[in-house]
């Protein structure tokens, strides 16, 4: 009697310990509320962030149904004496179908949220406001403003700054000379390969001003490490008066990185 007891205190203290957990990240703004993200700086970060959050409380839900019946089984179908052989069973058809096809639709309706999640995030409309084309190589980063006819460039001690209007839909284009770089700016909650010989391209519309930390997120040599970069996202006026900064010192046109050719352009 006394071991019952203790496993049903058990059992109460694990899970008023989970519930504690869940309860305080109910807040949007806490960090325990997007469970490690950063408060997202894009229209498109939401989304992201609501496929996070959504994996993680399946996984809770799921978590805790295992452990209850872990516990429960633990408690139930204990010995009970030394002498007290708990009943031995072989087959039970109805449940060994249940955990074939319950983690099955698990893993199908996972698979439904996040690709259709993918396509709408990945999916390039073409309707942006500016275009900027991201170069990276090792351990650097340029960014080609498009329709300004400017560039920034960085090196791994200077690192580069990427700057954006707010509330302006931006696709980037990405490319390099060299090898597989990934372009990553944690508060956009959004990443995307850098790979040679090929164009990838996305879309995003910052929304929140303020400058945000970049890095590459693929190891690509030696000073991976340091091949970062910072993003500005700041008003309109104060974009254009930094294309004209950047034109007044000789940053026209498109910076040559000796980039590979896509072919197509």
């Known amino acids: 009697m006394k071991s019952s007891a ?6 109460l203290a694990l899970l008023a310990g989970m519930s504690t957990l869940v309860l ?17 700086a894009t229209k498109e970060g939401p ?39 708990p009943a031995q069973v072989k087959y039970n058809v109805p449940i060994e179908i249940l955990y074939t096809v319950a983690p099955l639709l698990m893993v199908l309706a996972l698979f439904y949220f996040t690709a259709r999640d993918q396509a709408i995030l990945t999916k390039v409309s073409n309707d942006q406001t500016h275009t900027v084309n991201v170069e990276g190589w090792r351990w650097a980063w340029g960014f080609n403003y498009l329709d300004e006819s400017a560039y920034d460039v960085g090196t791994p001690k200077n690192r580069a700054t990427l700057w954006l209007p707010v509330n302006e839909k931006v696709k980037f284009e990405l490319t390099s000379p060299d090898v597989i770089h990934s ?34 997120a ?13 993003v500005k996202v700041v008003t309109r006026s104060e974009y254009n008066a930094h294309i004209a900064q950047l034109k007044s010192i000789g940053q026209s046109g498109t910076l040559n990185t000796g980039r590979t050719v896509v072919a197509g352009e």
């Not at 693929?218 to 910072?230: A, I, K, N, T």
């Open 6 to 11: 203790r496993s049903k205190r058990l059992s």
């Open 24 to 40: 305080a990240g109910c807040s949007k703004d806490s960090t325990a509320g997007r469970l490690g993200m950063p408060v997202p």
């Open 47 to 85: 989304r992201i962030l609501s496929l996070w959050q959504g994996s993680w409380l399946a996984a809770l839900i799921v978590g805790l149904l295992v452990w209850g019946l872990l516990i429960w089984a633990i408690v139930a179908y204990r010995r009970r004496s030394a002498d007290d052989l």
């Open 183 to 216: 372009f990553w700016v944690p508060a956009f909650l959004m990443k995307m390969d850098i790979i040679p010989g090929r164009k990838n391209a996305f879309e995003v519309t910052p929304d929140r001003l303020g400058t945000f930390s970049g890095k590459c």
């Open 218 to 230: 693929e190891l690509c040599g030696v000073d991976h490490s340091r091949m970062l970069f910072d």
